[in-house]
Every structure is written in structure tokens, then in C-alpha cells.
């Protein structure tokens, strides 16, 4: 499979997706383990044909959605995205998911939002970033306050899974609140040729 570093981390790189990794995204999102904190990929059978035609999609509409490539390997081990973009307002909801369960817990996804988060606020230069969150996926919350994002609400009772009831947990975090560890960095390089 062939990787463009867009972004480099510490344990991480941040690529463009592309259809060869249709096959590993369908896996993830049937699997439930993965997809019941994301959402409506648990309620949802992936084929691979619809999995390719969303990468499909993806690709023409150039989203900002890349995958999540282990530095040391060059493999994919997640996915990450910016959406719902506003570009008035300067505002738009991340979203992440390590897929390769032997990196949950690593600090791959601390690494893969911080390169996000970057992008968000110095290349598409938004001022707010925010995130919506299980009550129940507390190793997520703990990530995204590693990363220094912040609760600022709660939707009670918004998800019903199992015969029980959890909040959908609101972050966010704004581009004063954050520290760039790649683009300006770059930007910092050009500026003093």
C-alpha cells in the first residue's frame, strides 16, 4: 500500500485514504467491539462494495479524513476526520478511531488527534474544534483530555444500547488552547531562510 506523509507525530503519520483500505475499514466497522463507541457504524452491516464506495466518495469529494499509519511499520491502524466544517464560523467535530485493538492504549491516538488537531487549526485555520463522546468510553474521554480538549456539555440519556442509557459527552477545544507539533514547525523553517 502505497502512504503520503501529510502529517508526522511521534508514534504516527497521517495519510490520505485510499480504496486499498477498504478491506481493513469494513473489519472495523463490523466489528463491535470497535464501532459500538462510534455511533451508527454499530447499527450498520458494511460490506466491502459499500465500504468502497464510500472511500470512493471520500476521494471525490476530497474530505478531510485520513488514515492513521504507525510511524515505525507503515501500516494503518486507524482512521481520523474533521467534519461538519464550518468555514464562516471557523468551527468544525472531530472524529477517531484506532482500529487495530493491539494500539489501544499506546498513545497512538493521542499522537493521530494532536497531527489533527493541527491541521484543524494552522492549515484550514478553524478556531473550534469539538468532539462527541460515549459516557461509557472513558479511555476515549482520558485521550481527549491528554490532548486538552475540554467537556463542555452533556446530552443526557442519548444513546440507548443493551437495554441501558448513556450521555453523549461534548468536548472542545480552541486554536489559543492548543500547540503546534508539525506545521509550525515548517512554518517556522521557511520563515527563517
Avoid at 462510534?38 to 452491516?45: I, R
Wanted: net charge negative; with cysteine; proline share 2%.
Amino acid at each position: 500500500m502505497t502512504y503520503f506523509k501529510k502529517l508526522i507525530g511521534t508514534k504516527c503519520y497521517l495519510s490520505p485514504c485510499s480504496q486499498e483500505e477498504a478491506e481493513k475499514w469494513t473489519e472495523w466497522d463490523n466489528d463491535l467491539e470497535i464501532a459500538i463507541p462510534l455511533g451508527d457504524e454499530a447499527y450498520t452491516s458494511y460490506t466491502l462494495e459499500k465500504m468502497r464506495d464510500i472511500l470512493d466518495e471520500v476521494s471525490k469529494q476530497q474530505s478531510q479524513i485520513f488514515s492513521i499509519v504507525n510511524l515505525e511499520t507503515d501500516t494503518t491502524i486507524g482512521r481520523c476526520l474533521l467534519f461538519n466544517i464550518d468555514h464562516v464560523n471557523r468551527q468544525g467535530t472531530l472524529g477517531i478511531v484506532i482500529g487495530e485493538k493491539e494500539y489501544w492504549g499506546k498513545g497512538y491516538g493521542q499522537d493521530a488527534i494532536k497531527l489533527l488537531l493541527d491541521y484543524g487549526f494552522n492549515l484550514l485555520n478553524l478556531n473550534s474544534i469539538m468532539l462527541g463522546t460515549y459516557s461509557f468510553n472513558e479511555r476515549a474521554q482520558a485521550c481527549f483530555k491528554k490532548a486538552g480538549f475540554r467537556e463542555i456539555g452533556r446530552r443526557r440519556e442519548a444513546r440507548i444500547i443493551g437495554g441501558k442509557k448513556f450521555d453523549l459527552v461534548f468536548m472542545d477545544m480552541l486554536a489559543n488552547e492548543f500547540e503546534s507539533p508539525y506545521v509550525v514547525q515548517i512554518i517556522d523553517q521557511k520563515a527563517n531562510k
